[in-house]
Structure formats: C-alpha cells, structure tokens
C-alpha cells in the first residue's frame, strides 16, 4: 500500500503506480461524517388507483411515525406494520391547476442545457420530473394565470413555438391515509422511522425491499407522493454497486465503479430539488435497492475506497457510465447540448490500438461502417451488445414516431407515414448528431440522443441504416446495425471488465475512461458543481 503523509493525499490518475486503497487512517477528518443523502425510492405514489405501500420493520424492532395532520398538530405513533394508501378526497369547488412547460426531454442533462437557456431569457425556471425530464416556468413566479398566457404569447411572438401551458381541472385531491389500532390518520407529513435503522419496504408482492436510515413520505411537484430514503452514502453504495457492475464483477471494476457511483451521487445532488429531494432509484440516476442483494465484493470495495471520488480541477467529474460503447466511447456534446466537459472524450475502448481516430475519423460514413464491422480486440467483444442488428418496417417506425412527436406535440405529430431516413451528421466518435427523417406531412430532423427516444430500435446512436426494399424497388423498412447499449459517455462497466482481468487497477481503468482527472478523498475544497 502506498503510505501517504499529506493530511489531503491525491491520487493523480495519469500515475500508473498510485495505489487505490487507501487505510481509512489517511482519509480527513471531514470525511469521517458521512454524507447524508435522499433518495426518492418510490417516486410517484399514488399514480395507479389502490396503490398500496407498506412498510415494516424488521423482527424485534418497531416503527417510530412523527405524524403531522393538516392542522399542523405533530404526534408520535408506535406500530411493527404501516399500510399506506391514496384516497381521493372531493374538493369543495374544482381548482384549475396550471403550469407552463418550455421543453420536454429524454435526460436531465438535455432539459439542465434546455433550463439554462430559458434562464438566459430572464425566465424562472425548474426541472421536473413528472414521466419524461421537463423544463417547467416556476410555478411560485407565475402563479397568475394572466402572468402566464403573458409569458406563453411572449414566447411565441419571439418564434418560441415549444413551449404550452398544461391544464388541469381539479374535482379531488388524493390524501395519503393509514389505520393503527382502529383509528385512520390522514397525515401533512409523515415521518419513519426505527431503532435499527431498518424497514422494510413492499410496493408489490415482487418488490419487497430492505432499506437502511429513515423515511419520510411527501408531496411532489404532480399531485403524487414520494417516498423519500434518508440514508448515508457509503450505505446507499452497498444497494449501488452490486446491482451496477454485477456481482461477479473482477475487483478492480467493482472498486473503480464504486469510486464513480460515489462521485455519481454527490455531483448529482441536484436532480431532483422541485420535488425536495436530492436522487432517485432507477436508471435516470443509479440503480439503487436498499439493504437488498448486497454483496460481500461489493462491501469490501465500499470499504476500501471509502470517501475516495473522481475530480477534475478540484470539482467532482459529471461520473457518466453505460454498461456497453460498441468500442469507442462518446464526448458528452456527441449526446447532449451543453458545456463540453474535457475529460469525457472519444476513446477507442480497447488495451490495443485497433484503431486511430485521428486518422480514421468515425464521422467519415464509409469508414463508420468499417468500424462497426470490427469485432475483434476490443475491451467488450463477445458482449451480447457489444454489436447487433435489428429490424423495423415503416409502419412500426412510424408509429414509434408519431408517439414521440405526439408526446413533445410537435407539429409534425399527425403524420401518416415515414417515407425516408438518412443520418447526415455524425461526430469523431460515430455518434449520430442528426438523422434526417421525410414523412408524408415534411420533413424534421431528430437530434443526437433524441434518435434513441424517438426509434425503437436503436440501443445506442452508434448505428448506420440500410433499406430494405420490397421486390418493386420500395422501401418498406430499414435495418438498423450498430454497437453499444446506452450513451456510451464514459466509463464502460463491460470494458471495465475486461481491463480488471488484464491486470489493471483502479486507477488505470478511471485514468482510461476520464483522461486528466484525480482521485481524491473527499474534503471541503471540493467542489461538487460549479452549476451551483
């Protein structure tokens, strides 16, 4: 182990021979409290009618609830079994419930781009959630609904034909109710919380969770509630891991995956501040299931790398990963609008130079197509998506896209039929930065990662299309061939793999991934986003 005397110790990733572990001894004194974190692990409760949540604690403990009722008066309560459920309570008169959405998008980092540039306008705004990633005008500034169709016709006499005003017309309100010993309570806020610091959770009878720290049930931003974990991070990691890299991940990947899910987390705080809280527990973030499924490798890559995360210039690394490139990986701008971040760049993703992009451009299509029929000597080969070709007709294309034009209502949305497809543009890595679609009603065009959400087929945007014709010569649909699953920015959990087994360390395989950048321990010089 590489012993360490300064009271800040860093590990430059350039250095092959840093070692990873560092004894927690070395580790600063602000690191020793944890980092407390909240995580919405059921986020829209109350969307589906009879919707029931329980919760329990384990055996021999009990569940404390601080119940706050809509009088504001707190009580405590004591029970081993909590059955929560959303009852719609009539209103006295209907309440119009409006806002003013500007963009609608697939990612949060495309609506935090789409955010900033509406914030440059002078508009007050907020990201949500509420199925995809939408740009909202803030809902306590324009509260008026005149104020509203004012900042709506602003917007479109500018030519800013996006942006609509979503209506709502309220006859009921739901109400989160529970029953203990004969009595129902209708709480405000409710609060969870036991001894051990465990409770058990049960959305369905196949989704039964153990989760350490506390609870706390709350409204969010879209007439729901979400069930919010409060939970160390180091314990949020062991419900991470694992079930991120696998559980029979090599070492090494499960020890650089751990150092970025943890630098995932503290620079993704803000994800999530419309709804008052911080991350949530599926793919939009990381996937995260409590105390359950733990793993033994896991733990030990917790504990060993314990506080350590990934910087660039002293701020946390935006920590993107994918399981699967397709062999080379993306800049954040071949995905996303937005500020480039310089450590996020195209690598080829292989221990060998099989291939060099500064001389075989992947925007070339010819030599694209090259590229994707190499199969060899790459860190993911004899992955399962690592390359594969799927099939579409016309019609199932179509479909797949009046779905998506409808949903962002586009004006384009009532078209008939996709007549054809061509990609026009794509990056240095092979990334698709415009496809050109003509349909019966025009033509559009779908941009970067907007290709993946608007076609069924692709698993990336790391893919070419040929025709294919019926025997009079017509297109009747398209093939799709490619390689990768995901954006492909970043660290590859695959290749990962793969490097751990040639021998690598940790730090070799983030110094891969993330040219330029440090491993530190974490400390109060850090920054987590300069966005803040």
């Given at each position: 182990?590489?012993?360490?005397?300064?009271?800040?110790?860093?590990?430059?990733i350039?250095?092959i021979?840093?070692?990873?572990?560092?004894s927690?001894?070395?580790?600063p004194?602000?690191?020793?409290k944890?980092v407390?974190?909240?995580?919405?692990?059921?986020?829209?409760?109350g969307?589906e009618?009879?919707?029931?949540?329980?919760?329990?604690?384990?055996?021999?403990?009990?569940?404390?609830l601080?119940?706050?009722?809509?009088?504001g008066?707190?009580?405590t309560?004591q029970?081993?079994?909590?059955?929560?459920?959303?009852?719609?309570?009539?209103?006295?008169?209907?309440i119009?419930?409006?806002?003013?959405?500007?963009?609608?998008?697939a990612?949060f980092?495309t609506?935090?781009n789409?955010?900033?540039?509406?914030?440059?306008?002078?508009i007050?705004?907020?990201?949500?959630?509420?199925?995809?990633?939408?740009?909202?005008a803030?809902?306590?500034?324009?509260?008026n609904?005149?104020?509203?169709?004012?900042?709506l016709?602003?917007?479109?006499?500018?030519?800013h034909?996006?942006?609509?005003?979503?209506?709502?017309?309220?006859?009921?309100?739901?109400?989160v109710?529970?029953?203990i010993?004969g009595?129902?309570?209708?709480?405000?806020?409710?609060?969870?919380?036991?001894?051990?610091?465990?409770?058990?959770?049960t959305?369905?009878?196949?989704?039964?969770?153990?989760?350490?720290?506390?609870?706390?049930?709350?409204?969010?931003?879209?007439?729901?509630?979400?069930?919010v974990?409060?939970?160390?991070?180091?314990?949020y990691?062991r419900?991470?891991?694992p079930?991120?890299i696998?559980?029979?991940?090599?070492?090494?990947?499960t020890?650089?995956?751990t150092?970025?899910?943890?630098?995932y987390?503290l620079?993704?705080?803000r994800?999530?501040?419309a709804?008052?809280?911080?991350l949530?527990?599926?793919?939009?973030?990381?996937v995260?299931y409590?105390?359950t499924?733990?793993?033994?490798?896991?733990?030990?890559?917790i504990?060993?790398?314990?506080?350590?995360?990934l910087?660039?210039?002293n701020?946390l690394?935006?920590?993107?990963?994918?399981?699967?490139?397709g062999?080379?990986t993306?800049?954040?701008?071949d995905v996303?609008d937005?500020?480039?971040r310089?450590?996020?760049?195209?690598?080829?993703d292989?221990?060998?130079?099989?291939?060099?992009?500064s001389?075989?451009?992947l925007?070339n299509e010819?030599t694209?197509?090259q590229?994707?029929?190499?199969?060899?000597?790459?860190?993911?080969?004899?992955?399962r998506?690592f390359?594969?070709?799927?099939?579409?007709?016309?019609?199932?294309?179509?479909?797949?896209?009046?779905?998506y034009?409808?949903?962002?209502?586009h004006?384009l949305a009532h078209?008939?039929?996709i007549?054809?497809m061509?990609?026009?543009?794509?990056?240095?890595s092979?990334?698709?930065?415009?496809?050109t679609?003509?349909?019966?009603k025009g033509?559009?065009?779908?941009?970067?990662?907007e290709?993946?959400?608007a076609l069924?087929?692709?698993?990336?945007t790391?893919?070419?299309?040929?025709?294919?014709?019926?025997?009079?010569?017509?297109?009747?649909?398209y093939?799709?061939?490619?390689?990768?699953?995901?954006?492909?920015?970043?660290l590859?959990?695959?290749?990962?793999?793969?490097?751990?087994r040639?021998?690598?360390?940790p730090?070799?395989?983030?110094?891969f991934?993330?040219p330029?950048?440090i491993?530190?321990p974490?400390?109060?010089?850090?920054?987590?986003?300069?966005?803040n």
């Amino acid at each position: 182990m590489l012993k360490i005397k300064e009271k800040k110790p860093i590990i430059s990733i350039g250095s092959i021979t840093a070692a990873i572990l560092l004894s927690l001894t070395l580790i600063p004194a602000a690191v020793a409290k944890d980092v407390l974190l909240r995580v919405g692990i059921v986020q829209r409760f109350g969307d589906e009618a009879k919707e029931k949540l329980t919760l329990s604690s384990t055996s021999g403990d009990n569940l404390t609830l601080r119940v706050v009722g809509e009088d504001g008066q707190s009580q405590t309560l004591q029970t081993n079994r909590l059955q929560l459920e959303v009852i719609p309570r009539p209103l006295a008169s209907p309440i119009l419930q409006e806002k003013v959405i500007l963009s609608d998008h697939a990612t949060f980092e495309t609506a935090e781009n789409s955010a900033k540039n509406w914030a440059k306008m002078g508009i007050k705004v907020e990201i949500t959630q509420p199925g995809r990633w939408q740009v909202w005008a803030k809902r306590e500034v324009y509260e008026n609904p005149l104020v509203r169709r004012w900042l709506l016709t602003s917007l479109q006499t500018k030519g800013h034909n996006q942006p609509y005003i979503n209506s709502v017309l309220l006859k009921e309100k739901p109400q989160v109710s529970f029953q203990i010993n004969g009595v129902r309570y209708f709480p405000k806020e409710l609060e969870i919380e036991s001894q051990k610091n465990l409770i058990q959770v049960t959305h369905s009878p196949n989704q039964v969770r153990l989760y350490g720290g506390t609870m706390r049930l709350q409204p969010n931003a879209y007439g729901t509630f979400t069930l919010v974990n409060n939970v160390p991070l180091e314990t949020y990691l062991r419900g991470v891991v694992p079930h991120e890299i696998g559980h029979d991940a090599p070492e090494s990947a499960t020890r650089a995956q751990t150092i970025i899910a943890r630098t995932y987390a503290l620079r993704n705080l803000r994800r999530f501040q419309a709804d008052n809280y911080e991350l949530c527990a599926d793919t939009h973030c990381q996937v995260y299931y409590g105390l359950t499924g733990t793993n033994p490798r896991a733990d030990q890559a917790i504990t060993a790398t314990r506080g350590l995360v990934l910087t660039y210039q002293n701020e946390l690394v935006d920590a993107l990963y994918s399981s699967t490139t397709g062999g080379v990986t993306a800049l954040f701008s071949d995905v996303w609008d937005g500020e480039e971040r310089p450590y996020l760049r195209a690598v080829v993703d292989s221990p060998n130079r099989v291939w060099d992009l500064s001389k075989q451009s992947l925007a070339n299509e010819t030599t694209f197509r090259q590229f994707i029929n190499l199969k060899d000597g790459f860190n993911e080969t004899g992955r399962r998506v690592f390359r594969w070709q799927k099939q579409a007709s016309l019609a199932d294309l179509s479909q797949d896209l009046e779905t998506y034009l409808t949903r962002r209502k586009h004006p384009l949305a009532h078209f008939q039929k996709i007549q054809w497809m061509e990609v026009t543009k794509r990056s240095p890595s092979g990334r698709i930065l415009t496809m050109t679609i003509q349909t019966d009603k025009g033509i559009l065009e779908l941009h970067k990662n907007e290709v993946r959400s608007a076609l069924g087929p692709p698993r990336s945007t790391l893919f070419y299309i040929d025709p294919i014709y019926d025997t009079n010569r017509q297109i009747q649909g398209y093939n799709f061939i490619g390689g990768g699953f995901g954006h492909g920015v970043g660290l590859s959990q695959f290749g990962s793999y793969n490097l751990a087994r040639l021998g690598w360390s940790p730090e070799q395989i983030l110094a891969f991934y993330y040219p330029g950048t440090i491993i530190q321990p974490l400390n109060n010089s850090i920054v987590f986003w300069r966005g803040n």
